[in-house]
DNA sequence: AAGATTCTTACGAATTCCGAACCTTGGCGA
DNA sequence: TCGCCAAGGTTCGGAATTCGTAAGAATCTT
């Protein structure tokens, strides 16, 4: 994630670390910028010091209290000594002045993303399949910005479906995986469960994901 | 641990850290540097590139393929951008240019050590969690400044769902670490810690922290 | 013996589940 | 092109689960 009021810098550093294949989302503030790095599904956190409505340096210090430990990498214009100090006191992993090349920036990011994928001793904690981020420790699920309140079955049913993204699975796999037995062949239930589903990774007028493979079963696609 | 061919750099460097109460080790080529940090009881390398019997970028890369996490800081004169880049592909952490402040090389020591420590995966003093505070040394807990009274098992479920934060804990996994064992399914024990923890945390109007999480567990988390 | 602490039981409240009835859609043969 | 019909979708509401808390018994501490 990328928090950049500078347009300019905003837009050309997205569009650069999208050819290099990351997945980048941008905000302009610093509310904003600790709101959606608060949640998971952010892998790093690209931090200008000089933002509206929250300071920079607030933003880092109020993640860190917050015990996150994403990564943080701060970019700024000021480079006085004492503000690099200040930024890496403040929680901050490492300093990026302004004007910097790209080059230095993938660098530093590999550095980082490299030692926080170290840390993760075990399985990933989060799927993401395009806009639909599902954090599996934490049982919460977002459709982009939006998180969505699910039941236990709603969201073993999408956590299922997102571990098997692309993949179709049938009536009875699914029965099987989810109820531990199979209803019977007239029962709707599945169909209920997909219908709460589609309603709520749909409503914010999100295109659909779940799709149906009449007389088969159904399969997490984008199309 | 610094190493560094250039006596002056060295002396000045190592006098400095220990005025700020480190211990330093100070060796002058990269093949002592290499024997040096394989073995434990190095916390931080400080690394100069150009340094004779083994260049510096070397010693990091045999390092790092020898599977060692030993944070490292890399000093040099060099200030091209491909020498940055090459140093963090390395696997170093962190970069310094030549000159550089004492307050800086301060700073960036204690963000790189700052980061190592909380690595360990074992006890960390105290946990935090947005206003909640756990001496886990002493099993005292606050509130804000309130102190919160805990009996023995409040304490350690409480204790359990902070080392958790964000992190839903189902019924069994709860009852397996704390008592030992699981209850029968229909055992309320559970449910009226949770209660008494809750009035506990909340008694001066704070919001709640202890979230319950329909058919799963529950988990600690702000929102 | 008094007080704390642990844990069970009972019951009300809230949520979740899922069968059943009815509606919509897509594939297919005429 | 039309109409049929089976598969899938939607909605409803009672049943079943799950949770929260009060009250109190049993056990441990001081």
Redesign the interface.
Known sequence: MIAEDDRAVRESVTRALELEGYTVTAVTDGVAALDAASG?GVDLLLLDLGMPNMDGLTVCRRLR???S?IPILVLTARTE??D??SG??A????YLPKPF?L??L???L??LL??ST??D?DAPATITVEDLVIDE???RAWRGERELEL???EFDLLELLARNTGVVLSHSSIYDQIWGYDFGPDSKALAVYIGYLRRKTEDGGEPRIIQTVRGVGYTLRFS
Chains 1, 2 share one sequence.
């Open positions: 998971s209290s917050a015990g430990r000594v004492s690099r100090v890496l006191d929680g901050a992993d490492d090349s080059d230095e993938l660098a530093r590999r550095s490299r030692r170290f840390d001793t420790a934490a049982r039941t236990k079955t």
